[in-house]
């Protein structure tokens, strides 16, 4: 639960997120005038229609030979400042756009309190994913409650008192915009216009119901509740927004917002109310983590404050509630049947939001999904797979105007509009890797689950074209005849080459589960040896440096000063696969991790938290996760860049898994990096590779007792301080429960 003592001061501070997945609504809880602000996930400016023009990244003329020419000149020359590459490979960016908030909902409140009082209360309960407001004023007690149901597509509140006809306010809606409609007759009111820049038509209607009192529309668009016991309403919003290629235009959406907020309004408040708690805790109570903390009747932001890191049980309450609350906004912004969480989750104020909210391919919405099958989530992926699906058609179109193969192929940042090309700022424009990174998530969720089914229909056919791409565009490189990325560039830092290091793991990785993926599904002889005989020739991208480092590059440029925010030469341990810990490798990306620092931006100490994890240093990783609850969070425990940004929420959560439950070699391995802070606790539900659910019960540092149950019939190694040998062979059987405690 997070609760506070004063309402809201700002958004991105203090607000508290509730979501549907495409609706969200951030509620700040102010007394006069409460405040909602409102999303919708396909609310964006940009693609086709822009005013700007749109052109998908592609190269708006043909430029025969300037790919061949950066590759000839780093042959020659060695690397290419990023200026120079973009000179000739990048191209201004139009009509690209940004997520938009989709406006405010006030609910004036006539004889609300100036200021909170000490009955003031404002919270967010991560079980129930219901938002509440109570005070107390003039000796009535006044409750609001918030929640946005999936299974209604409606965000709904409900104002109570508990003395009949105290219940008055006016609900009116805002924008930034000047783009809208606002009317109102009886109890609905509606909210209906087009993006000035592309046309996008949306729509929101808000139903009004009480509980006595009466409801009256005004002629300004607004709609007020006077001497009500009780009352509360349900906003449905739509676009017109398809993932379809290449128009991305689909329905007016007025009959879908129609038919959800009617049926909500036909049916009873408390029925919505419990459909939406049943399908929120159907996901969010699989996992249960106890690692010493205690229920704390400090308010949230003091929590935060407060923390030290140290032996607290207060420290062990925030550490324990920022994990379920990266679970919470994956649940509340990657629902079924929209778009994948964003830079943002599915929450924004702003017309124009940092970096426009976008999806970030360079690792930001690949970290987005990293805890989803762990922390048994999986359901949250679909948006994910659908979003990758819609992406490969313009990815086609890219791979073939701007490499001249096929593949498909997307670049360092996407839109909802398929931009799969490239644009001019020089150090983030060029990074083809990306398709290849994407897919790995989809081939993680067959691990998880074992899904032939799936497997062939969604994960495979994008793989196998990512790495078709890749298959085509590998060239050989004089130095030493092995097959490289060219031109790579190692995520927003130093110079382009060939060959860098994480270019060359990410497509290890894409290759290697490619061709496992093959093999289980038995695609062709011919196309399986493609893939063994480039994996052959490939550079694995692993090098040790001059002073035990893994190089980030090729040649050894490596600097022990640097403390860069990206630690992309360290992908083949986190999220790859290709280094195991106590390896040599593995050696060699601790000291390269020891000389970055424990600094960085908030995403960036997340993803510290997983390669600590990895490196089985469970007090590092814990160190890691206290600096990020230190500086890099706010209040209302969002993760912040600066400015506010998602992906370290759920990075943070993925690290906290992994020092509990690892399984990317195969073997289940039970507290892998269990720190020394947690000494005894608990975890309940996380999920193995291989179709394992794990429950895991320690004390004193070790494990005492585990619970391991499968969902598929098949050999499985579990690694733990259990057995006298260090791991035991389960046979187990889809459905069955095994109980392990340690060996006499």
Known sequence: MLHYRAPAAGWERESLPIGGGALGASVHGTLASELLTLNEKTLWTGGPGSSQGYDFGNWTAPRPGALTGVQQRLDAEGALGPDAVAAELGQARVGYGAYQVFGELHLDLPHAPAAPDDSYRRGLDLRTALASVSYTHEGVAHTREFFVSHPGSVIAGRLAADRPGQVAFTLRYTSPRKDFTASATGDRLTVRGALKDNGLRFEAQIRVRTKGGTVSAGADGSITVTGADSAWFFLAAGTDYADTYPGYRGEDPHSKVTAAVDAAAATSYERVRDTHVNDHRTLFDRVALDIGQQLSDLPTDQLLSGYTGGAAPADRALEALFFQYGRYLLIASSRAGSLPANLQGVWNNSTTPPWSADYHSNINLQMNYWLAEVTNLAEATAPYDRYIQAMREPGRRTAEEMFGTAGWVVHNETNPYGFTGVHDWSTAFWFPEAAAWLTQQMYEHYRFSGSTDYLRSTAYPAMKEAAEFWLANLRTDPRDGLLVVTPSYSPEHGDFTAGAAM???????????????????????????????????????????????????????????????????????????????????????????????????????????????????????????????????????????????????????????????????DAVEILPALPAAWPAGSVRGLRARGGFTVEIEWAAGKARRVVITASRTREVTVRSTLFAGGEKVIRARAGKSYTLTPES
């Open 503 to 665: 270019s060359q793991q990410i497509v290890h990785d894409l290759l290697t589960n490619t061709l496992e993926a093959a093999r289980t599904l038995g695609d062709a002889a011919a196309f399986r040896d493609r893939l063994e005989s480039a994996l052959e020739q490939l550079d694995p991208g692993l090098r040790i440096g001059s002073w035990g480092q893994l190089q980030e590059w090729k040649t050894d440029r490596d600097d022990p000063a640097d403390d860069h925010r990206h630690v992309s030469h360290l992908f083949a341990l986190h999220p790859g696969r290709q280094i195991e810990a106590g390896s040599s490798w593995a050696e060699a990306a601790k000291v390269s991790l020891g000389a970055r620092g424990d600094g960085g931006t908030g995403w960036s100490k997340a993803w510290k938290i997983n390669f600590w994890a990895r490196l089985l240093d469970g007090t590092h990783a814990h160190k890691m996760l206290s600096e990020q609850l230190k500086s890099s969070t706010l209040p209302n425990l969002w993760d912040t860049h600066p400015p506010f940004q998602i992906d370290g929420n759920f990075g943070a959560t993925s690290g906290i898994a992994e020092m509990l439950l690892q399984s990317q070699h």
